[in-house]
């Protein structure tokens, strides 16, 4: 799996790209409309900065065109040290706490190889954005184990957050872009 990086949104250019293999490839643009993403099966996008080969280590909940339209993904770098405590704590305690909110759909979790540490990104989809502020999003960042990983440096505060919206790929909708809200969340 790619996730490909647009720094303009050109909704246009992105509704050809998915359209060509609706199958593969889902379009979103970000909240703030300063740049869109393609999370594309194998093909490179034609026109994207920066494509970064993943590979999913696990998914829960719906996701991918099942899901909701917003996508939140979070950019999670580890060192190697943490690795398997990182993993296990997103699998075994983060998410299922966070898919217990009725608008957080699923969640696919990859790795990108680096050469240092680990690189994983969340890709967490919602069908409503209040998911991030409800209850259970603030219950999980206040379980023990968050708290005894909060302690890292690494841990939580450098961690990337962008807020997108799925683009519709329809014919009508082809060169309208959607409303543009701050993407940053924490």
Same mark, same amino acid.
């Given at each position: 799996?790619?996730?490909?990086?647009?720094?303009? !949104? #050109?909704?246009?250019?992105?509704?050809?790209?998915?359209?060509?293999?609706?199958?593969?490839?889902?379009?979103?643009?970000?909240?703030?409309?300063?740049? $869109?993403?393609? %999370?594309?099966?194998?093909?490179? !996008?034609?026109?994207?900065?920066?494509?970064?080969? @993943?590979?999913?280590?696990?998914?829960?909940?719906?996701?991918?065109?099942?899901?909701?339209?917003?996508?939140?993904?979070?950019?999670?770098?580890?060192?190697?040290?943490?690795?398997?405590?990182?993993?296990?704590?997103?699998?075994? &305690?983060?998410?299922?706490?966070?898919?217990?909110?009725?608008?957080?759909?699923?969640?696919?979790?990859?790795? &990108?190889? @680096? +050469?240092?540490?680990?690189?994983?990104?969340?890709?967490?989809?919602? =069908?409503?954005? +209040?998911? %991030? #502020? =409800?209850?259970?999003?603030?219950?999980?960042? $206040?379980? !023990?184990?968050?708290?005894?990983? +909060?302690?890292?440096?690494?841990?939580?505060? $450098?961690?990337?957050?962008?807020?997108?919206?799925?683009? !519709?790929?329809?014919?009508?909708?082809?060169?309208?872009?959607? &409303?543009?809200?701050?993407?940053?969340?924490?």
């Amino acid at each position: 799996m790619l996730i490909c990086e647009f720094p303009q !949104p #050109d909704p246009g250019g992105c509704r050809r790209i998915v359209e060509a293999s609706p199958s593969d490839n889902e379009a979103f643009v970000r909240d703030d409309g300063s740049g $869109a993403i393609i %999370l594309a099966g194998a093909a490179r !996008p034609v026109g994207a900065a920066t494509c970064r080969e @993943v590979s999913i280590l696990f998914t829960g909940g719906r996701t991918g065109t099942a899901a909701g339209d917003w996508l939140f993904l979070v950019g999670l770098w580890t060192p190697h040290d943490f690795r398997d405590e990182f993993v296990a704590w997103y699998r075994m &305690e983060h998410m299922p706490i966070l898919l217990e909110c009725k608008t957080w759909d699923g969640c696919r979790f990859v790795e &990108e190889r @680096v +050469a240092e540490g680990s690189q994983f990104y969340a890709m967490h989809q919602l =069908s409503d954005r +209040a998911g %991030l #502020d =409800s209850p259970e999003r603030h219950r999980s960042r $206040a379980t !023990p184990w968050f708290g005894r990983l +909060a302690q890292q440096p690494w841990f939580d505060g $450098a961690f990337t957050r962008m807020l997108y919206r799925r683009l !519709p790929v329809t014919a009508g909708n082809v060169g309208q872009a959607g &409303e543009g809200r701050s993407s940053q969340v924490r």
